[in-house]
């Protein structure tokens, strides 16, 4: 996989990012949708695929993306297909933080450091071209204005933005609503992106721990409330380390 064009993780980091404020829109459930996101950049580079609502690795070899390989890895080393909404259940620590620094590291955005109650050194990241956020959105624009299915990307795109709640980010107000309901619509025409985005939407829902099935045969008993599947352990990418011996907090 090379790098020349964005991750979806980048590409939902950056439709999040307040080119005014250099905050994060939706920063907890954000967390969650990079986590997704990666699944969905794995899925579409080839090295993980749905199995109902589990996810198994399918072509273990790296991707060149050193985030996306670590988690590919964990991902290999469960050695079993691993429940969506585990997996992205799972603490993400740093990771978040990973996807900034890289976009700063690429010159996409730029460190803004500042204090918070004039004591808490805080780092806010602002975008230095605006021009490739309204790209990114323009192509979510086009999906919802025209009806045409867009490209898996965009779809997963489209579906991960709904999941985290972006969609009063990105359409605010009444007149947004239309366009925040077609938003939520894109998420059909891709099956990795939708399984991830409801996976999403399960863990903020609190879904976690309980998966989903079908409709009991007729005759048969369905599992009662205390039927819960025992959730996996929790995977993570490791926190990035802060400059100076003071850890700085991120703005949210």
Do not use: F
């Amino acid at each position: 996989m090379g790098r020349s064009r964005r991750t979806l993780p980048e590409e939902l980091l950056l439709l999040a990012l307040d080119p005014t404020t250099g905050t994060t829109a939706q920063p907890q459930s954000l967390d969650l949708g990079l986590a997704g996101a990666q699944l969905v950049e794995l899925a579409l580079a080839g090295r993980i695929a749905p199995d109902g609502d589990r996810i198994a690795v399918v072509a273990p070899r790296p991707t060149g993306d050193p985030t996306l390989d670590c988690a590919l890895e964990l991902l290999r080393r469960r050695g079993a297909p691993v429940r969506a909404v585990n997996w992205i259940g799972g603490p993400r620590l740093g990771l978040r933080q990973t996807y900034l620094s890289h976009l700063e590291r690429c010159g996409m955005v730029h460190a803004v450091e500042g204090q918070m109650c004039g004591v808490l050194p805080t780092t806010r990241y602002q975008a230095t071209d605006t021009a490739i956020s309204r790209e990114i959105k323009a192509r979510l624009d086009s999906a919802i204005r025209t009806g045409v299915p867009p490209d898996p990307r965009t779809a997963a795109l489209a579906a991960l933005a709904h999941a985290v709640g972006l969609g009063k980010h990105l359409y605010p107000g009444n007149e947004g609503r239309s366009s925040r309901s077609r938003l939520r619509d894109l998420i059909r025409h891709d099956p990795m992106g939708g399984l991830v985005a409801h996976a999403v939407m399960d863990v903020q829902n609190g879904a976690a721990a309980q998966p989903r099935r079908s409709p009991a045969p007729a005759g048969r008993q369905a599992a009662g409330p205390g039927a819960r599947s025992a959730p996996e352990p929790a995977r993570g990418v490791p926190a990035q380390p802060r400059h100076g011996s003071m850890a700085r907090a991120v703005a949210h």
